[in-house]
Structures are given as C-alpha cells and as structure tokens.
C-alpha cells in the first residue's frame, strides 16, 4: 500500500498546484491505475508489485462524463499525455471527444471553448488542440479560430522569453495541425512575441513536427494552404519552408501556391488586396512572389495592368543594394517555379525600376532560356506560350527569339514561326500585324539559307512605313542574318551593335568618308586628290557649314546652346550613319562612346591584319564577349583643305558638347563631341581613347551603331 500512497500524494500535490482540474485527473487517473494495483498483490506481501498500464477506456468514459467541464477535461488530457497514455494524435482524438460532449446551442459551445482557451490550467499546445477540434465540429469558423488563437497567446504569463518559449513547445508539439501552428506563428509575429527571423525558425519547427510519410506531410501541408484563417503572407513563407527543407518540389510548390490563391475569400477586389499584400511583404523570396503573381492573373483577378503593379512592388519590397536586388532577380529568373513569360515579365520589370540595362537585360533573357527544363519539345512549347503572353513587349519577345535561335535551340524555321506568332499576338493596329505577317509571307518565298532569307524579309519590310512593329522585326531579322541594312557589325556586350568599318569605307582598314557634325554628305567630291563640291571651295570650314548659313560661326539655327532653343542631339536626317547606311543605323551618342571607354580595352597596332594600316583596336572585357573587337584607323580629320592624320583615329558622336567654361553662351554652339583614339606612348601598344569638344566644322570619320 505504501507504493498506492505514493501514488495519490503525487497527484494531489498536482491538484494543489493547478486547481480542481488537477484533483479530477488525480484522482480519475488514481481510480482505473488502482485496480491494477490490487490485483497485482497475490499474497500478504506488505511490498506490492504495482504495474502501471494505460486504460484509454477509461479516459475516453471520464471525457464524456458531462459533469465535468471542458477545462477540467482538457486537464485530463494533458495529464494523460504527461504520463505516457496518451500521443499527439491519441490527444487529438480525446480533444475531438472532449469538444463533442459539449451540450448546448452553439454559442454556448463557443462559450466553453473561449473559457478554457483563456484559462491559465491549460498548456498552450492543449489549447491550440481544443481550437483545432471546435474547428472540426463545426461551431468554430476561420475567424473564429484566429480569435480563439489571439486569446490563447494572450492568455500566456511570464517574461517574452517564456511566451516565446510556450509558442514554440506548442509548435513542436503533435497536439494542434499545421493550419492552427501556421496560425499561432503569425499572431505571435503580430503580437511582438516573435520577430521575422524568429518566426522563420518557428515555420521551420512546425514543418519538422509533421509525422508520416512524405505525402501524408505534404498533405498536411495542402490543407494548411486551404485554411482561411492564416494570411496569404504566412501561406507562402511556410512553402518557403517546405521547399527548403525538400518536403515539396517546385512543381508541388507551385500548386501550393494556387490552393493558397484560391483559398482566398471575398470579392476580387478584396482578393487582389490580399495577394498585393503579400508580394510587398519582406520575408517571402522573389520567385515565390512571381508564382504568387502569375498564379493570381490565371484565377482572373489580376489583368495586366494589375500584374505590373504588384511586380512592381514585388521589387521595391527587396531590401539591400542594386546588387542584391539584382541579384534577387537572377535567383527568380532561374528558378523552376514560374513560366518564361513571367520571367520575361519580371526582366522588363527589372528593366523599368533601373536594376538591369540593356546588356543585363540579354544576360537575364539568356538566363530565363537556360533555365527551361524538359526536351526540346517542351522547351519551345514555353517559347511559343511566351510569344503569346500581352503583357510582355515585342522587343523583349524578339530578343527571346533571338537568342533561342543563336543558342541553336529555334532553328531558321522555328525562329521565323515565333515571330509570326509574336506578331500576331499584337494588340495593336490590325493594319498593321497584317501587313507586318504579309511581309514575313512573301520573304518566306524566296529560296535560301537563313541570311538569304531573312535578308528577303528585311528587304520587304525595310521602306515600308508600318510603325514600331515592323521596325523591332526588321531590326531582329538583320541581326540574325549577321548584317543590319547590309552592314555587319560587332556586339561589345551591352546589346549596342558597332559597324566594323566607317561610312564611305568597305573594310574596317578603311578610312572611309569624313564628315562635318550634322552634315551628311562630304564635302569633296573625290578624297585623293581632293576635288570640292560647289560653295565647299574653303573645305571644312565654318563658310561650307550648312547649320551656320551666316559662316560666321555665330548665328546657328538647329543645334546648339540648348537656352537658344536649339537641339542638342542629331536627328536622323541630319545623322551621317543613319542617312547613308540606312535601317536602324545611326551615330553613337557621348554616353555610348564613354561606355565603351570603362567596358574595353584599346590596344595599338602599326600594321592591321598585316594590312598596313596602323589604328587602334578596341575589344570588349564584358564576360562572354570578350572575344568580341572592333579597329578604328587612323584616318585623322580634315580642317580646312588640309587632312591632318597625326596618327589619330577621331570619330563623331551625336552628341552635341557644352563646353563653355565660363567663356561667353555663342562658342559652346560651335563644339560638338569627338573621340579620339592613338597611341598613348610611342613604341607601345597601349592605346589611348578620349571624347572631348570639337569645332563641329571639321571632317571626321563617322562609325555607325545600332541596337
């Protein structure tokens, strides 16, 4: 009898402790262990044997008992669970019990509930249990549930370290299901018991609390995306958490991802609030928003207005430098989670904001292509989904083709079917994409290799006024085919095309035409002898200047100090590359020429391609470009009647140049920008490039770029 005694005194100093719960359980518990104790004894052995054994029978008859209420029973529960009668899902089970013994309307039901959630006998992980189970039974909805939540963490005492503590045991514990932990997660996040960091260690300790086998955890998973009581916010960290603990793969996170959109109540409007919501928050990963994005436009509430919108402000939510930033947007543009097409969204979008220029713009395209998955088929399924896809633009789909085509994965064929499909898919005049798809249609007819073909098509289309649409095809069709309008060209890594030669030349050894600023003829005849045209007899001078018809280098009438009204960029008529070459050519701006100078290296050579020519050559230190150059010779300038070489390759840009330097407002009309190129000291192969002021008279050579 001494070992029963010991017994009952263990459970009454409990009962002492927690209350008139704690002396039911002691003694409901003393009632069916004590049986066992008497028939143990055998003989009149005063030390008896005592065997201890769960009677799950009898615990179940003492939660139905209805003279026993619900916090007394919840008592019960935990008390049988710190005895080892019952588990996690046994408990689950007695709480379900428990909750179903209630009588009552259900507002009395809910009465109770509350009752015991805001008691202080009950653990928190007991509590979150009972919440589950009134959720079960009916009499508690997802509102309800994240009062009943609130009330429960605002039951917890102590310090915030041991409130902290009390959410994490119960977000370990087996007692409540992942929805209620997901649940509780954010209310202690809102209730400042747990800072973001904490909260993501708290997802991680839910997810590592799931049983089972991996479908039955991901399940549990599923369920929790179609519960209304958590944000979508707290959705997509926990498949956040789901991914990076490999409970879910990109596919299934992606159909998570829906559940977790289409779990969304309330009007569209009301919805789009929740998922705008949720794409400015500060802890899910870009990639993750960009499938919460495209999975919202597929459930018809946001259009395309509204999908640039919240990837807007999905990248204005990234916190860190342009480089992080970046650098968020690489990680979701090679991610398995979206679509091309949202990823050529997010690129543009990028683009926009000012975290990718031009030349990021093709390596972040080129990214998107490499990171489709599945055989060649499936890939240029993607492709083809993409070129039909209205919020993206032309330019950026054709770069896509472009690229799909130079890779080898489009070929001649394909490449010119997406473009048609591209095309088509123009919400634009219909004028327009008809003439734009007839043009492609005749080319298409003519024999040939790609060059001949595309060439055909760019033929067709080169004198035709159809607007932009025609104008980015041509552009693309010349650039796959090698040339553009004729002229080839050389890419330096920022997606700026660089002719190889001059205008007037035929090979890049050539010194070609030289050319006043915003003239687009010489002023000669023939070059060697020079012959002048009429009224050119002083050569280049102010006097054969057409932009200063007084020749007195004081009165200029379109280009110049920008105070006088005056333009200060060439326009194409008066642009020298553009006018003679034709298509998209056109003379590189100052800000051109300086990004060559910090993105190439200039080397000097005496003898060209053994041509005998001496120049500078310009190659490109861009990663995956640097095999890419372009020479410039040293044709010098003409002043006057005189060609003075000096050993210099000078080229115009179209930029004209203040340089007033405190002189007076006249003289900064005379100046426009000219580089110079050289050797930067005799007897090396160092060379030298320079864009500085230059009296726009001059004759100088012209080197064409197009984009």
């Known amino acids: 009898m001494k070992n029963i005694q010991n017994i009952m005194n263990m459970w009454f100093f409990r009962g002492r402790k927690r209350g008139r719960g704690g002396v039911v359980v002691g003694l409901l518990l003393f009632f069916f262990m004590a049986p066992l104790a008497f028939t143990a004894c055998d003989n009149g052995d005063p030390e008896i044997d005592i065997t201890v054994k769960s009677d799950y029978g009898k615990i179940i ?37 428990a909750v179903s013994s209630l009588s009552g ?78 649940a509780l997660i954010e209310t202690a996040l809102k209730e400042g018991l747990a800072d973001d960091k904490e909260a993501q260690e708290l997802l991680r300790q839910a997810i590592g ?19 209304q009581a958590s944000s979508l916010a707290a959705k997509l960290d926990l498949i956040e958490t789901a991914l990076a603990d490999r409970l879910a793969a990109n596919n299934e996170a992606v159909a998570l991802i829906g559940k977790a959109v289409a779990s969304l109540g309330g009007t569209l409007e009301e919805k789009l609030a929740a998922v705008d919501t949720a794409v400015q928050g500060r802890t899910t990963g870009l990639e993750t928003k960009l499938g919460l994005i495209e999975a919202a436009v597929r459930s018809g509430f946001a259009d395309g207005k509204a999908q640039q919108e919240l990837l807007q402000k999905a990248l ?53 292509l490499a990171s489709l998955d599945g055989t060649l088929k499936e890939k240029l399924a993607a492709i083809d989904t993409a070129m039909t896809h209205q919020t993206d633009s032309l330019t950026t789909k054709l770069d896509l083709i472009r690229q799909a085509w130079a890779t080898g994965l489009a070929s001649d064929t394909t490449a010119i079917g997406l473009i048609k499909t591209a ?44 607007g932009k649409y025609l104008l980015a095809i041509t552009r693309t069709l010349w650039v796959m085919s090698g040339k553009i309008n004729g002229h080839e060209f050389v890419d330096l890594g920022n997606g700026l095309k660089w002719g190889t030669c001059n205008v ?66 060439l326009e194409p008529e008066d642009d020298a590359a553009a006018v003679n070459w034709g298509g998209t050519w056109r003379m590189p701006t100052y800000e051109e020429w300086k990004w060559m100078e910090t993105h190439c290296t200039f080397t000097w050579t005496d003898n060209y391609e053994k041509t005998g020519v001496p120049g500078v050559i310009v190659k490109s230190t861009v990663a995956g470009y640097t095999d890419h150059t372009i ?44 580089v110079a190129m050289s050797q930067f000291n005799e007897g090396t192969d160092i060379g030298a490039m320079n864009p500085g002021p230059a009296y726009r008279y001059r004759g100088a050579s012209v080197r064409p770029v197009s984009f």
């Open 631 to 674: 020479f410039f010779p040293t044709a010098g300038c003409i002043e006057r009647i005189d060609i003075k070489i000096d050993n210099k390759a000078l080229v115009w840009s179209s930029s004209w140049c203040d340089d007033s330097n405190g002189e007076n407002l006249v003289r900064t009309s005379r100046m426009a920008t000219m």
């Open 316 to 368: 204005q939510s990234l916190d860190g430098t342009a480089g992080t930033k970046l650098a968020a947007v690489e990680a979701a543009i090679g991610s398995q989670r979206t679509t091309l097409a949202s990823k050529l969204d997010l690129i543009e979008e990028a683009v926009r904001e000012g975290l990718a220029d031009s030349q990021k713009k093709q390596e972040l395209i080129a990214d998107a």
């Open 423 to 466: 095309v088509a898919s123009l919400q634009g005049s219909a004028d327009e994409v008809a003439e734009a798809l007839k043009a492609i249609d005749d080319a298409l007819r003519a024999d040939g290799g790609i060059g001949q073909t595309l060439d055909n098509i760019a033929e067709a289309v080169r004198n035709k006024d159809y």
């Open 209 to 227: 609390s799931l049983t089972g086998t991996l479908a039955e955890r991901l399940k549990a998973v599923e369920k929790a995306m179609e519960n």
């Open 61 to 97: 008859e003492a939660i139905n008992n209805a003279n026993q209420s619900l916090t007394e029973k919840m008592s019960l529960i935990e008390a049988a669970m710190a005895r080892g009668f019952a588990d996690g899902r046994e408990a689950q089970v007695l709480m379900q019990k």
């Open 504 to 569: 007037g030349a035929e090979h890049p050894w050539d010194k070609g035409d030289y050319f006043a600023w915003g003239e687009t003829e010489p002023y000669y005849f023939k070059l060697n002898p020079l012959v002048w045209k009429e009224n050119k007899d002083e050569g280049y001078y102010w006097s054969s200047y057409s932009d200063n018809p007084s020749g007195d280098s004081t009165n200029f009438i379109k280009y110049g100090y920008y105070e006088y009204g005056l333009k200060t960029l």
């Open 105 to 182: 309307t259900l507002s009395e039901k809910l009465a109770a509930v509350e009752t015991a959630v805001k008691g202080q006998t009950a653990s928190l992980e007991t509590k979150l249990g009972l919440i589950d189970a009134a959720v079960t039974d009916g009499f508690a909805d997802s509102r309800t549930q994240q009062a009943l939540i609130g009330q429960a963490v605002a039951s917890l005492s102590g310090t915030l370290a041991e409130r902290l503590a009390a959410v994490e045991t119960a977000v370990k514990g087996q007692t409540a299901s992942l929805e209620t932990k997901l």
